[in-house]
């Protein structure tokens, strides 16, 4: 099993920045895919941004050029970088981890953390 504890959110005001930290335990070895995921009130959850084992990243549209995924394997850790925040980007914030053993796949959720961007 995979543990993921995200901290970072708060309240900033339009245009300001916020750095996410997404913290793996358990079996970290097994993690193909980290992601971040945001749902707004009354919205479905979509997902933000994404790193694989490789290092590949992927990003919604919306958030492209202000927000940056990245890790630290020495610390287990996944990143989120927010930048020129804007009152659309409030929501709830989850962490996200895919995970490949043998033939077995699981998907794994933090608890989320709430970001609010308002002046």
């Known amino acids: 099993q995979v543990h993921l504890v995200e901290s970072g959110g708060g309240l900033v005001q339009p245009g300001g920045s916020l750095r996410l930290s997404c913290a793996a335990s358990?079996?970290?070895?097994?993690?193909?895919?980290v992601g971040w995921y945001r749902q707004a009130p009354g919205k479905e959850r979509q997902l933000v941004a994404a790193?694989?084992?490789?290092?590949?990243?992927n990003y919604t549209d919306s958030v492209k050029g202000r927000f940056f995924i990245s890790r630290d394997n020495a610390k287990d850790t996944v990143y989120l970088q927010m930048n020129s925040l804007k009152p659309e980007d409030t929501a709830v914030y989850y962490c996200?981890?895919?995970?490949?053993?043998?033939?077995?796949?699981?998907?794994?959720w933090g608890q989320g953390t709430q970001v609010t961007v308002s002046s």
């Open positions: 358990g079996l970290i070895f097994s993690i193909k895919i």
């Open positions: 996200y981890a895919h995970t490949v053993v043998a033939d077995t796949m699981d998907d794994y």
């Open positions: 790193i694989t084992s490789g290092g590949s990243t």
